[in-house]
């Protein structure tokens, strides 16, 4: 049974920084994408950012265009654990942050992921 666990979400202010980690269990996932979505309220699910493996230990991250600059996608393979900085909140940035896991192949879309944690919510006060 693969499980992944989001922490790290809570309520800031504008201007902070946040930390979400995912912990994934079941498998080793280090050849595996790895990616972040949100969705905010009456708004449909987004991707964030995404974090790829080349295949040589070299993993790339991509982004959405809105949050290139403030967000940084990295992964720890020993813990199974991959990770979303978030630096410089804005309000725009509410919503459950959901972390997920394709097995075959880069992507975008939310629809080919195969594995989705519950979500954690940032709330992000003006």
């Known amino acids: 049974q693969v499980q992944l666990v989001e922490s790290g979400g809570g309520l800031v202010q504008a201007g902070a920084s946040l930390r979400l980690s995912c912990a994934a269990s079941g498998r080793t996932f280090s050849s595996y994408t790895m990616g972040w979505f949100r969705q905010a309220p009456g708004k449909e699910r987004e991707f964030v950012a995404r974090i790829d493996w080349s295949g040589d230990s070299t993993y790339y991250g991509y982004y959405a265009d809105s949050v290139k600059g403030r967000f940084t996608i990295s992964r720890d393979n020993a813990k199974n654990t991959v990770y979303l900085q978030i630096y410089n909140l804005k309000p725009e940035d509410t919503a459950v942050y959901y972390c997920?896991?394709?097995?075959?192949?880069?992507?975008?879309?939310?629809?080919?992921?195969?594995?989705w944690g519950q979500g954690t919510q940032v709330t992000v006060s003006s």
């Open positions: 997920a896991v394709r097995r075959i192949g880069f992507s975008q879309y939310d629809y080919v992921y195969d594995y």
